[in-house]
């Protein structure tokens, strides 16, 4: 078996400097800024570091997601299901064809794949 090869490091990706992404389209009250930065991109797929300001959104996946919370708290709410937070340290996955709500109550910061 190859061992696995290292093809993208960030250092501190907790505290690394993002790109101005512009507004969140999905926002759903008062505008939310949005900065990151890509680490892989393979056509539809990627990975890196997403940045979010406090605020609503609704979202609909047409990717998988995998996120890991660096920083903030959040409160998702998926159609017809019951709320959960998720905040610095953990692990959430979205499937294709998940859709509900995000509210972001801190600025959050997370690392995600999708794919």
Do not use: N
Request: some cysteine; charged content about 20%.
């Amino acid at each position: 078996m190859t061992p696995a090869v290292l093809t993208t490091l960030l250092p501190g990706a907790a505290e690394a400097e993002l790109e101005d992404w512009g507004p969140l389209k999905e926002a759903t009250g008062d505008a939310m800024t949005v900065h990151g930065l890509e680490l892989w991109v393979d056509g539809a797929k990627s990975a890196g570091i997403w940045q979010v300001t406090p605020g609503p959104s609704y979202w609909c996946q047409d990717e998988h997601e995998v996120i890991y919370v660096l920083s903030g708290r959040m409160t998702v709410t998926p159609d017809g299901g019951e709320p959960l937070e998720v905040k610095a340290g953990d692990i959430a996955v979205f499937p294709l064809g998940w859709s509900g709500t995000w509210v972001i109550h801190e600025t959050l910061r997370k690392v995600y794949v999708v794919f």
